[in-house]
């Protein structure tokens, strides 16, 4: 067998990421930046106030108290948004309100819960009854946050909400970005049937395929067919050439790779040179295949059982999408957690068990498989999972107390 690292290690060679666009920023959510946003623009602009409440000449409210109060008499208003810069002298203060730019004339602001009257009194005189701390107080500098010309956003970083609200911050209207991976998705056997509907002895509801449909997205990538397969090898090429004239990318299937004899997917295979079928060092998920077609699409072709479906999508499928779209990080966050209950492992294989992250204790998280033990068909299991626990080939049964790499899903 060979291991999960030279597997993945032989997929992630394969990938060439796929061409990059440009696109306005609201339409670039979930994409991957294919080039670095730079900001357009000092952010902030200019001084600013980062209260609501006056601002004024530290001089003149340096030491105010309670019990030596200073009163400025107000002569302007600068609300946000305002282009105004009101000027004023020695013993005079303007008010303000947060966001606003900052008069050339203050160099401080006070802010209204500092003052004797706060904003109901706040027109005509301000009684300052705390002074600020330092000259400068409660003022935002011009350029604090970024520089124009600053990299506010790395490529290779996926453009989450915060992400694309940093962009127009910085007043970048749009983005480089690579597009989704257009992905084919079929699960193979004559036993499965759509949910709902009546099964005779031997039938079971098919759910790979909605399995994989819902991984792909989750990846950013764009599922353009998703279909059933029996265990025909003449329809199952039908399938990868229907694949082939919608220019996907990739193609996963599921079943048909192991060691049987209906084993659709190696049967239909057998003579193309570029598909390889492997067994892999791991549990779930050990007959793998993986190729690269006529066209160039990537072929993924993973077991059928549910659990092995889901380890093999997040160990090499979900990097090779993410390698794809140029993503600087491929990996799942990994925690280090103890085991609330133990189980059995495998000889000479790395375990991937279905795990729920148990959160009662705040400083003490700890895993519990979700099933009655490890196994590649538990399917009902798998949907109370957060994490796989992750326990090297070679490694002893998994005790109570025992701490594991534990990868976290979303």
């Known amino acids: 067998m060979r291991t999960v690292a030279e597997h993945r290690a032989e997929i992630l060679g394969a990938v060439t990421p796929v061409d990059a666009v440009e696109v306005p920023l609201r339409e670039a959510g979930g ?3 294919a080039a670095d946003v730079t900001a357009a623009m000092d952010l902030p602009l200019w001084d600013n106030s980062a209260m609501d409440g006056f601002a004024v000449r530290f001089a003149d409210v340096d030491g105010a108290s309670s019990d030596s109060p200073v009163s400025l008499r107000v002569v302007g208003d600068v609300p946000a948004g305002s282009p105004l810069d009101p000027r004023f002298g020695s013993g005079e203060a303007v008010r303000i309100m947060t966001g606003a730019p900052l008069p050339a004339a203050a160099d401080t602001v006070v802010p209204f819960e500092a003052t004797t009257g706060g904003l109901a009194d706040s027109l005509g005189v301000a009684t300052i009854a705390r002074g600020p701390r330092a000259r400068g107080a409660h003022v935002r500098r011009r350029a604090d946050d970024a520089s124009t010309g600053d990299v506010v956003i790395a490529a290779g970083e996926r453009l989450g909400a915060w992400q694309l609200a940093a962009a127009s911050a910085v007043g970048v209207p749009a983005v480089r970005v690579t597009r989704a991976p257009r992905v084919a998705v079929f699960s193979t056997g004559d036993e499965l049937r759509p949910p709902g509907t009546p099964l005779l002895r031997g039938q079971i509801p098919e759910s790979n395929a909605t399995l994989l449909a819902g991984l792909v997205a989750e990846a950013d990538a764009e599922v353009v067919i998703r279909a059933s397969v029996g265990d025909d090898p003449a329809a199952f090429l039908s399938a990868l050439e229907e694949a082939r004239a919608a220019d996907v990318d990739v193609v996963i299937s599921s079943g048909g790779v192991s060691a049987g004899a ?16 492997r067994s892999v060092a791991m549990q779930p998920g050990r007959p793998q295949a993986f190729g690269v077609l006529a066209g160039g699409a990537l072929f993924f072709g993973l077991p059928g059982n549910p659990v092995g479906v889901a380890v093999s999508f997040e160990v090499f499928v979900r990097p090779a999408l993410l390698h794809l779209q140029g993503r600087r990080v491929l990996d799942r966050p990994v925690m280090r957690l103890a085991a609330a209950s133990g189980w059995r492992t495998p000889p000479a294989r790395r375990q991937y068990v279905p795990v729920r992250v148990i959160r009662d204790d705040p400083q003490r998280w700890t895993v519990r498989p979700v099933g009655a033990g490890p196994g590649a068909h538990l399917a009902g299991a798998l949907g109370r999972a957060d994490a796989f626990a ?21």
Do not use: C, N, Y
Request: net charge negative.
């Open 31 to 33: 994409r991957t930046l």
């Open 262 to 277: 209906f084993e659709v997917v190696k049967i239909a295979l057998s003579d193309t040179a570029a598909v390889h079928f």
């Open 390 to 410: 992750v326990i090297e080939a070679g490694s002893a049964d998994v005790d109570p107390g025992d701490v594991l790499d534990v990868m976290l899903l979303p």
